[in-house]
T-cell receptor, first 115, second 114 residues
């Protein structure tokens, strides 16, 4: 059974710092890995999607990498801003064969960027 | 274009009552997923619909939970005889197809069972 772990659970940094959020998964049979952002009381906003055949994806100040063999993904945020404060979730789309497949989520990293 | 919408945004119900939660996926998306987010458990998968195939119900926590998807579009999640442990945010997502396609999430329905 797929398990997704995110480290650290919480992170507080001063504005301007570059930071890395870590995600690990136990089953490498994934279709893709998605990183989401969730603001308090809100739904999930998709940030980056990495297909299983890809190594990384970039969007603005965000860069996500994927290493299936080691079961790891990282989300790199450059030049952090107070507006980046949110909970970041990673999720692996795991295929169980037949018609079964869904996103398995980590418990998130709560990021706080101090001005 | 319009994203995934869910209604109601908030629902407070008494223990033992039935509730229905609605999800309108993005037009043209064939895959629809329900997830639940609770404080102790994080975000967990409930049920998945793909086109006209039989749904994957493997994540439903009990037989009090059921869902249907009419006409391959709108979906309703029904919880019968609600319990306090059902209190959570219920999130719906859709994607163009299953597998490697990006999932887009709705704003969720916050359910509180008193």
């Amino acid at each position: 059974k797929q398990e997704v772990t995110q480290i650290p659970a919480a992170l507080s940094v001063p504005e301007g710092e570059n930071l890395v959020l870590n995600c690990s998964f136990t089953d490498s049979a994934i279709y893709n890995l998605q990183w989401f952002r969730q603001d308090p009381g809100k739904g999930l906003t998709s940030l980056l999607l990495i297909q299983s055949s890809q190594r990384e994806q970039t969007s603005g100040r965000l860069n996500a990498s994927l290493d299936k063999s080691s079961g790891r993904s990282t989300l790199y945020i450059a030049a952090s801003q107070p507006g980046d404060s949110a909970t970041y979730l990673c999720a692996a789309y795991t295929d169980y064969g037949g018609s079964q497949g869904n996103l398995i989520f980590g418990k998130g990293t709560k990021l706080s960027v101090k001005p | 274009g319009a994203g995934v919408s869910q209604s109601p945004s908030n629902k407070v119900t008494e223990k033992g009552k039935d509730v229905e939660l609605r999800c309108d996926p993005i037009s043209g998306h064939t895959a629809l997923y329900w997830y639940r987010q609770s404080l102790g458990q994080g975000l967990e998968f409930l049920i998945y619909f793909q086109g006209n195939s039989a749904p994957d119900k493997s994540g439903l926590p009990s037989d009090r939970f059921s869902a249907e998807r009419t006409g391959g579009s709108v979906s309703t999640l029904t919880i019968q005889r609600t319990q306090q442990e059902d209190s959570a945010v219920y999130l719906c997502a859709s994607s163009l197809n299953s597998g490697s396609y990006e999932q887009y999430f709705g704003p969720g329905t916050r359910l509180t069972v008193t």
